[in-house]
């Protein structure tokens, strides 16, 4: 997902010092929400995460989390400021944004590789078979331990949520695998299973036997993840028992679709 470098502005200044909690603001066909701006990991490793709780006071336990992938080409800055005609249905990433603040959870955008310009290791050879040793794991290892430890404010994680669009999409997949019993749900869009890639599918003999109930949002006119792919992951969870939702857009190709970001927002709220 391509995205105008202008559109950024928003979060850029929130960086300078912390932002106002849970604002969000909406006017001619545009969405931004306000976010602060925090290096993690090891040295080496840091990348910027771009993160925001909701307004008001904290819940006992904290606020649940969910924690947002960004597509290649499409800097984790898309899940906060967008345009009503923007390509590939940016907005209603926005939206969930929105949407989710709204409802109460701390929204966290990590940035991959290349400020945020480049995909996730999940599927990149070498570390699609050695995730142990990729750097991504090592920043959200150190983004885990952070939280966990209330660097960010009161988060309840134990009420932790993943998704993702496109390659961001196979980062959430990889969830499941890398991280059992951490992610209470997760949503995939626009993706599959965490090592394939494009048209290109093959599912590991075993999938994880804790996999989280797994949402699937797909575009039925999606050429460059066919939703063949995803149906083949999703079927496979079926089988073994996982609590799954699949929604399939006839008109849309890779994006997001109008709706998308309610359904989203929904099943987090179930699980």
Not at 95 to 108: K, P, S
């Amino acid at each position: 997902m391509l995205r105008l470098v202008a559109a950024m502005t928003p979060i850029l200044l929130a960086a300078c010092s912390r932002a106002d909690p849970g604002t969000c603001t909406s006017g001619f066909g545009t969405i931004s929400c306000t976010a602060n701006s925090d290096r993690v990991g090891e040295p080496g490793h840091q990348r910027r995460v771009l993160w925001q709780v909701p307004a008001g006071e904290a819940p006992e336990a904290g606020w649940p989390v969910v924690l947002l992938f960004q597509g290649s080409l499409s800097p984790a800055q898309t899940y906060w400021s967008g345009y009503q005609a923007e390509m590939l249905g940016g907005i209603h990433q926005v939206e969930l944004t929105q949407r989710l603040l709204a409802d109460g959870y701390a929204v966290f955008t990590p940035l991959a590789v290349v400020g945020g310009f480049w995909c996730w290791n999940t599927n990149v050879i070498p570390w699609a078979a050695d995730w142990e040793d990729s750097p991504d794991k090592s920043v959200l290892d150190v983004l885990f331990d952070e939280m966990d430890a209330g660097d960010f404010g009161p988060l309840d994680t134990s009420r932790m949520y993943a998704g993702g669009i496109s390659s961001g999409g196979y980062m959430t997949s990889r969830m499941a695998e890398a991280y059992p019993g951490r992610f209470s749900a997760l949503a995939i869009v626009s993706a599959s299973w965490a090592t394939c890639l494009g048209t290109f599918c093959a599912l590991p003999d075993e999938l994880p036997a804790d996999h989280p109930p797994t949402f699937f949002g797909h575009g039925a006119k999606d050429f460059i993840v066919p939703p063949r792919t995803m149906l083949k992951y999703r079927d496979a969870l079926d089988d073994m028992g996982v609590e799954t939702e699949t929604t399939i857009d006839p008109m849309t190709a890779h994006g997001w679709f109008d709706g998308e970001a309610e359904d989203v927002a929904e099943w987090f709220e179930g699980h």
